[in-house]
Nanobody, 125 residues
Framework: QVQLVESGGGLVQSGGSLRLSCAAF????????IGWFRQAPGKERAGVSC???????YYADSVKGRFTISRDNNKNTAYLQMNSLKPEDTAVYYC???????????????????WGNGTLVTVSS
């Protein structure tokens, strides 16, 4: 069993930065890949980024060059550094603990994964 808690969301102006955290609780949390997804009002959930246990990372095209995912296994925490934020980045951001991180996973997600409750990011223009 893995529990995930996101934090770090908030209101920021366009061009600003935020760093989201995903704290994982569970004895084997370090064995999971971590994915970040977001859901904007009226839109479907979309993959943002994921990081494998090996440190390999994947990004959605919409955030490449602006967002950076990382993890600290000693702290059982993953991070999403978001720079050059745009109004279209406004969404609830969720992290998920998953078995495999790759481009297919980012496109589809997995409802059977462990999910956090989300943190709201609002980017004003």
């Amino acid at each position: 069993q893995v529990q995930l808690v996101e934090s770090g969301g908030g209101l920021v102006q366009s061009g600003g930065s935020l760093r989201l955290s995903c704290a994982a609780f569970g004895s084997i949390a370090e064995h999971y890949a971590i994915g970040w997804f977001r859901q904007a009002p009226g839109k479907e959930r979309a993959g943002v980024s994921c990081i494998a246990t090996t440190g390999t990372t994947y990004y959605a095209d919409s955030v490449k060059g602006r967002f950076t995912i990382s993890r600290d296994n000693n702290k059982n925490t993953a991070y999403l550094q978001m720079n050059s934020l745009k109004p279209e980045d406004t969404a609830v951001y969720y992290c998920a603990a998953t078995s495999i991180c790759n481009s297919w996973y980012l496109s589809h997600g997995n409802d059977m994964d462990y999910w956090g409750n989300g943190t709201l990011v609002t980017v004003s223009s």
